[in-house]
């Protein structure tokens, strides 16, 4: 059996070990739509279509209207999809683990991701078939937490807010930060500038941010988190804001999603965040491309 | 015209006026940005590494070169020229665009030269030449030092190591790739 079918174990075992870890908190394991009307319109995520719908690039607008609807923690893995985003670490259709929990905030996110690297290295080095046993002891540590504006001052020749401005935001962050951020215990990347963090709450303390995180591991960005945004009047103009965005860049605009915006005032304070699944396995298999954790490519089909 | 998209390895494409030849490519987006496409290119006439990231909806020219199989006419001071045998076109390369060619550069030898528009850029070679050596020590015998091989000149300038038994005036065989004695060619 060659590496890329052992690793089909791997990947079933990690699943496995999420769905145990999320249970075992006390979290409900959910199953939304995954063709819907509208996803929450975004400067840089392009939606397939279906028909007169679109495929969900991820689920987050169907599991909030369930934490409107009262549910306190919610999960799910499920396929995601985003048109045009492929290479090393992308596949258009790919595996996504969502969570959310209300009366929390991203911080309350940050413990859950430290327990959960914790429980998926625990599952992957009982499992037996890791070579490399030792190579996840850094999970068990605590994630080391790093400001935006920190990194950028410690790693980038600009500093955040003059990133954001000139526009190299982005390019510095793949090219200088990432690179550059502490292997072995996993990073948090903390308090975006508020302009990159559509869905998320402003930091009350300093506006100028927002509470949003990443998670990074082995130098491979892995989730993505936030104290979500429950004012319905400032999510409406920060999606318009996000379509007149798309319009410079020559994407088309793309609808709103009406009826959570009608019920986002009924969610209480709440944090979510997305996984990638398929790199989760890419780290614990040692994948040099995410290639080697799906069992078939699409290029292969 | 190519896209981000067509980026891949291999892929050669225009840049400031010179060929360039991809040799990494990396697709990325950081969380929520937009997609940026890392390329290390290598340029084909200076060898110049190069680092660029472009973003979606960058386009590029592709490079136009032509591999055409031309005889070496000869050399005038560092130019060295080739002629078409079929349309009798001739074209001049700089000495620094040969690189190790120019060790194995006889008259009438017939290579591939790779053209960037109306420019040559590159020659391949046969992967074997037959030289004649012009200068070597004869192999004293008896000699006991253990050498196994002796330089020798051969018609080119080129020095290269060969066999003891190899004597002035003999015609040998030299891997073009590696730059190695290969064998004696008898007669």
Redo the contacts between chains.
Sequence with gaps: MDSRDSNLYQRANIIRSIRDFFVSKGFLEVETPQRIPANAP????EPFRSGERFMHTSPEICMKRLLCRGHGKIFQICRCWRS???????VPEFTMLEWYRTHSDYRDLMVDCEELLAWVAEACQTAGKMPDKNRLDGWFEKAQRITVREAFARFAATDMETAVRNGS???L???AV?PALPQGAPVILMDYPAA???LARLKPDDPAVAERF?LYAGGL?LA?GFSELNDPVEQRLRFEAANRTRLE??SAPLPLPEPFLRELAAMPPSAGIALGVDRLVMLCTAAERIDDVLAFTPEEL | MYTV?DLKKGLKITLDGDPYLVIAF???????????Y?TKMRNMINGTILDR?YR??ETFEPASLEERQMEYLYKEGTHYTFMDQQTYEQVVMEEDAMGDAKNYLLENLKVDVLLFGEKAIGVTLPNFVNLRVVQTDPWAKGDTSGNDSKPATVETGYVLRVPPFIEEGELITIDTRTGEYSTRVKG
């Design positions: 975004e400067e840089h995520i045009d985003e492929r290479g090393r670490r992308h935001f982005d390019e962050m793949v090219t990432e990159v963090a559509a990443e960005e993505n860049l020559g | 998209a990396d697709f990325t987006k950081p969380g929520k940005g937009q997609a940026l890392r990231t979606s909806g």
